[in-house]
């Protein structure tokens, strides 16, 4: 569990994947800033320009926060649902189910690509929430933090969201599990039975699978392997990870554009 291959490449991927980053690939990721600048142009543009203080700034300032979790995990499920239903993008997320043993730094398992795009689906969306927050009521609201994160960000990850790669099978039963994504439930999520195939794909909160038809709350400990199946065995190899994903999305793209030729040339 701790040293087999699956758990290496885990490690090797946290921390090339953080060099990445920080390096190379730091070109990649949206800045929120600009974002919610261009959005508060817009906004004063057509006259909104609000702007608040006191007692006031300091209950919008939570309801800032609030907005921000909640977009910031809708955003995160719908780019995970993306990720599954569109194939191109599945083989970039392959590396993240690609796992036979679930651990801490699991949870870091991605494709450097899959981790731009997702970055900057969140940029854009703190941006433009900030952005609407500024417009209508001053730039004095404060985003309510424990060490620089959102106070409902380490709530959730308190309440078991740092378990949820982790060996442990903990559920927190099927009425808070309507609510409230559980390690359990995110252990289904990366179970190599068909069954359990696209379902919860949430991060902290289980409304959006149960809006979109994804949400499966287990009856004890269904698992027997993770992964993808005969596929997982590949993906021991780093260079099956990273290069991979290029080519077989690559191949899936040609594919379409030669039905689009064919389709066409028949009209």
Not at 113 to 135: D, P
Not at 152 to 164: D, E, Q, T
Request: charged residues 15%.
């Amino acid at each position: 569990m701790w040293w087999g291959k699956s758990a290496q490449n885990d490690y090797f991927i946290v921390v090339f994947g953080s060099v990445l980053r920080l390096t190379i690939l730091s070109w990649a990721f949206l800045n929120w800033k600009p974002i919610a600048a261009c959005v508060v142009s817009i906004l004063h543009a057509a006259g909104v320009n609000g702007t608040v203080n006191g007692s006031a700034a300091i209950g919008l300032g939570f309801a800032l926060t609030l907005v921000l979790f909640v977009a910031d995990d809708f955003i995160k499920w719908f780019m995970h649902y993306m990720m599954h239903r569109i194939p191109e993008l599945w083989e970039f997320h392959k590396v993240h189910h690609s796992a036979e043993e679930l651990n801490f730094t699991t949870a870091e398992r991605h494709h450097p690509l899959e981790i731009i795009m997702t970055s900057a689906a969140a940029a854009v969306v703190f941006g433009a929430v900030n952005g609407i927050f500024i417009a209508c009521f001053g730039d004095n609201l404060t985003v309510q933090t424990v060490f620089g994160a959102n106070i409902f960000m380490v709530a959730f990850n308190a309440f078991g969201g740092v378990l949820r790669h982790s060996p442990a099978w903990i559920s927190f039963g099927p009425r808070v599990e309507r609510w409230v994504i559980s390690p359990a439930m995110h252990q289904i999520h990366h179970s190599s039975e068909t069954r359990h195939f696209d379902r919860n794909m949430g991060v902290s909160l289980a409304v959006w699978d149960r809006m979109f038809g994804t949400h499966y709350s287990p009856n004890g400990r269904e698992i027997t392997n993770f992964g993808i199946g005969e596929e997982t065995a590949d993906f021991r190899s780093l260079s099956v990870i990273y290069l991979r994903p290029f080519r077989r999305a690559w191949c899936l793209i040609k594919g379409r554009l030669v039905r689009s030729e064919v389709i066409a040339a028949r009209a």
